[in-house]
């Protein structure tokens, strides 16, 4: 099994930052790509950003530019840094990381965070 943890979520003023960091556990031979999604209340979930096991990073429009996902292999983290923080930001955020265990890969998720900005 794989487990994913988040942290790193609150509440901030517009205009600030937050940094999200998620750590993968358990019987992992490899991690591929891994990436952040948030929903709003309302609203279906939206891809933030992707990051490919050699460091290929993609984002929503919303958020290029504001947002930056990275990586720690040697951890198994992912990363979100969060700056200029829009109350539109306000959502859970959740990690998805795409994990070889063995012979199978599978999509694993984590439990979410939540992440209010404030005007």
């Known amino acids: 099994q794989v487990q994913l943890v988040e942290s790193g979520g609150g509440l901030v003023q517009a205009g600030g930052s937050l940094r999200l960091s998620c750590a993968a556990s358990?019987?992992?031979?490899?991690?591929?790509?891994m990436a952040w999604y948030r929903q709003a209340p309302g609203k279906q979930r939206e891809l933030v950003a992707t990051i490919t096991n050699g460091g290929s990073t993609n984002y929503a429009d919303s958020v290029r530019g504001r947002f930056t996902i990275s990586r720690n292999n040697a951890k198994n983290t992912v990363y979100l840094q969060m700056n200029s923080l829009k109350p539109e930001d306000t959502a859970v955020y959740s990690c998805?990381?795409?994990?070889?265990?063995?012979?199978?890969?599978?999509?694993?998720w984590g439990q979410g965070t939540q992440v209010t900005v404030s005007s």
């Open positions: 358990g019987s992992i031979f490899s991690i591929r790509a």
């Open positions: 998805n990381a795409r994990v070889q265990t063995g012979v199978a890969v599978g999509d694993y």
